[in-house]
Structure formats: C-alpha cells, structure tokens
T-cell receptor, first 112, second 113 residues
Framework: SQQGEEDPQALSIQEGENATMNCSYK?????LQWYRQNSGRGLVHLIL?????REKHSGRLRVTLDTSKKSSSLLITASRAADTASYFC????????????FGKGTTLSVSS | DAGVTQSPTHLIKTRGQQVTLRCSPK?????VSWYQQALGQGPQFIFQ???????QRGNFPDRFSGHQFPNYSSELNVNALLLGDSALYLC????????????FGPGTRLTVL
C-alpha cells in the first residue's frame, strides 16, 4: 500500500516561479525524504527531514513537516527548466522498519 | 567518490526466464535496499540486506531473492519471470549513521516479453 500521496499529480509553471508540492502520509514516521527523478531514471536524494524537525532548507529547496497533520511540503523557489522532473516523498513508518514507502509523485514541468 | 552503481542498464528477457541484477553501494554504506518501480508509479520496497542477511522484506513473492556479499555489494534475482515483472529496478544504499538516508543508483530497466 502507498503511505505517501503527493499533491498535485502534475504542476506546470514558468521559469522563475515557485513550485509547491505536498505530501500526506498515514502513520507515524521516523523521517520523511524528498527525491527527484528525471525521465524514469534513478532517484536523486534532495532532503531528509526528521520527525522532530519542522522546517529545513537546502539551496532553493524548503521542506516543512507537520506531524500533527501528517503532511509535508516541498517548495522550490525561482524554478528553472532543469527542475523539470518527477518529485516523490518517501517515509519510513515507525512500524515498517527502514523500508521507504513512496507515493506516486508529482510531475513538475517548468517552461522557459 | 562513486555513488551507487547498478548493472546492467537495460535487460530484455522472455517469460519464464531468470534474471540477476547487480548493485554496488556508495562508499561507506553497509545496507542495500531494492525497489521495483512500475511505469507511472512510485518505487515499491522489495527487500533490504544488512550484514549479508535479508533484514526486511516487502510484499513480493519468493521468486524474488537476493544476496549481499562481504564487500556490501548485492544481487537481486528474479525467477520464472512474468510480464508484470517489467519495471525499473532501483537499488539504494544507506550507512550506519545516516538516519536511514537512502541514496539510489540509476536503475536497471527490465523488459519481459
């Protein structure tokens, strides 16, 4: 079963705009990670946020985590065409060991 | 520093055949996990190896088996291939002090005809 669900399924923006993607999950987690995938190849690790953290930044990325709402958001500021990709959130649920559970992802298209 | 590597990149097999996929973890990592990603879906956890033992397994049949070697590299074996086994197979590695931060390889695209 899928623990994480990303929203929206698809997002189209212009270069320079901000892109926000959301992720909801069902059970208590240890950590939540965001990944990027280009053209069905390997996943690139973007950021990990621990369950006791509320916000984390990395370059143009900002991730928030609200454990009371079981949700996370990924904000990409000043988007570039190279940000075009699928974005996935992955959780390791406390009762599921260290297996990562993924949603179906958000497909982001950034046009110039 | 090499990241996670996988081989081969692409593979075409016919139904009923067997396949072996290989993965070398990132330097300093001792845990290898395997995931299956069908087209348009998120990756699904197959199993995880640590200290040459299967530590955790997802909801996959026994046709899927694996192995981890003393140098931490790993193999995924799939027997009696079905058309539905066509997917991108991803290997991820993690280290002893990384909060389960998993780094993925480029994947192996398996097509079963």
């Amino acid at each position: 079963s899928q623990q994480g669900e990303e929203d929206p399924q698809a997002l189209s923006i212009q270069e320079g705009e901000n892109a926000t993607m959301n992720c909801s999950y069902k059970t208590s987690i240890n950590n939540l990670q965001w990944y990027r995938q280009n053209s069905g190849r390997g996943l690139v690790h973007l950021i990990l946020i621990r369950s006791n953290e509320r916000e984390k930044h990395s370059g143009r990325l900002r991730v928030t985590l609200d454990t009371s709402k079981k949700s996370s958001s990924l904000l990409i500021t000043a988007s570039r065409a190279a940000d075009t990709a699928s974005y996935f959130c992955a959780t390791d649920a406390r009762q599921a060991g260290t297996a990562l559970i993924f949603g179906k992802g958000t497909t982001l298209s950034v046009s110039s | 520093d090499a990241g996670v590597t996988q081989s081969p990149t692409h593979l075409i097999k016919t139904r009923g055949q067997q396949v072996t996929l290989r993965c070398s973890p990132k330097s300093g990592h001792d845990t290898v996990s395997w995931y299956q990603q069908a087209l348009g879906q998120g990756p699904q956890f197959i199993f995880q190896y640590y200290e040459e033992e299967e530590r955790q397994r997802g909801n996959f049949p026994d046709r899927f088996s694996g192995h981890q070697f003393p140098n931490y590299s790993s193999e995924l074996n799939v027997n009696a291939l079905l058309l539905g086994d066509s997917a991108l197979y991803l290997c991820a590695s993690s280290g002893p002090s990384s909060y389960n931060e998993q780094f993925f390889g480029p994947g192996t695209r398996l097509t079963v005809l």
